[in-house]
């Protein structure tokens, strides 16, 4: 705001033009005061939906050589894909699974140049519910189960009462380490 009193013509003439400066957050300061200004970042103080834009896997067990694929032709590392489950009680229900989108041949080191990763767009609403993210190895015969990870937004994304754009999901017991980014909504 501008409380000066001057018309945009006389406005131009005015050196200095004294004025003062209100915030949203109901701060304000006239320009002959010093002040320090702080940028915050925006964020979320409550939301309704979740939203999981990327899963990245950058840890997984025994990506040693062979491991997963003894005796197999054609290769000597797991085929990688993502599925996403929920548990709706009694059992667990496969909501998407990215076996298409398999990862040929995955080691460690794509695990750590944070190379293997779902575009997934995962939309969640129930912040109690219990999912999970499944490694699986593709195989032409039978898939193997790698490991999970599971979790609920409420204990486990959002547990410190913040809305993180980005998480890391980590289960030293099941040596699975996840990298999440997220959006937040109001529905």
């Given at each position: 705001?501008?409380?000066?009193?001057?018309?945009?013509?006389?406005?131009?003439?005015?050196?200095p033009?004294?004025?003062?400066?209100?915030?949203?957050?109901?701060?304000?300061?006239?320009?002959?005061?010093?002040?320090?200004?702080?940028?915050?970042?925006?964020?979320?103080?409550?939301?309704?939906?979740?939203?999981?834009?990327?899963?990245?896997?950058?840890?997984?067990?025994?990506?040693?050589?062979?491991?997963w694929?003894?005796?197999?032709?054609?290769?000597?590392?797991?085929?990688v894909?993502?599925?996403?489950?929920?548990?709706?009680?009694?059992?667990?229900?496969?909501?998407?699974?990215?076996?298409?989108?398999?990862f040929?041949?995955?080691?460690?080191?794509?695990?750590?140049?944070?190379?293997?990763?779902?575009?997934?767009?995962?939309?969640?609403?129930?912040?109690?519910?219990?999912?999970?993210?499944?490694?699986?190895?593709?195989?032409?015969?039978?898939?193997?189960?790698?490991?999970?990870?599971?979790?609920?937004?409420?204990?486990?994304?959002?547990?410190?009462?913040?809305?993180?754009?980005?998480k890391?999901?980590?289960?030293?017991?099941?040596?699975?380490?996840?990298?999440l980014?997220?959006?937040?909504?109001?529905?």
């Amino acid at each position: 705001y501008i409380n000066d009193g001057l018309t945009i013509t006389n406005l131009q003439s005015a050196v200095p033009i004294d004025y003062h400066v209100h915030y949203l957050d109901g701060s304000s300061f006239n320009t002959g005061d010093e002040i320090e200004y702080t940028e915050t970042d925006y964020e979320v103080t409550s939301a309704s939906t979740m939203v999981i834009k990327k899963v990245m896997f950058t840890q997984l067990p025994h990506m040693e050589e062979n491991y997963w694929e003894p005796g197999i032709g054609g290769g000597s590392y797991p085929d990688v894909y993502l599925q996403i489950s929920k548990y709706n009680g009694s059992s667990w229900e496969t909501i998407n699974s990215y076996v298409d989108d398999y990862f040929n041949e995955t080691t460690s080191t794509m695990l750590d140049n944070h190379t293997v990763f779902w575009d997934t767009n995962f939309e969640i609403s129930d912040f109690n519910m219990i999912y999970a993210f499944d490694a699986w190895d593709y195989d032409s015969g039978e898939d193997d189960f790698m490991t999970d990870m599971q979790f609920t937004v409420n204990n486990d994304i959002i547990n410190s009462g913040d809305f993180p754009t980005t998480k890391i999901l980590y289960d030293s017991d099941k040596n699975i380490r996840i990298e999440l980014q997220i959006e937040w909504a109001e529905k």
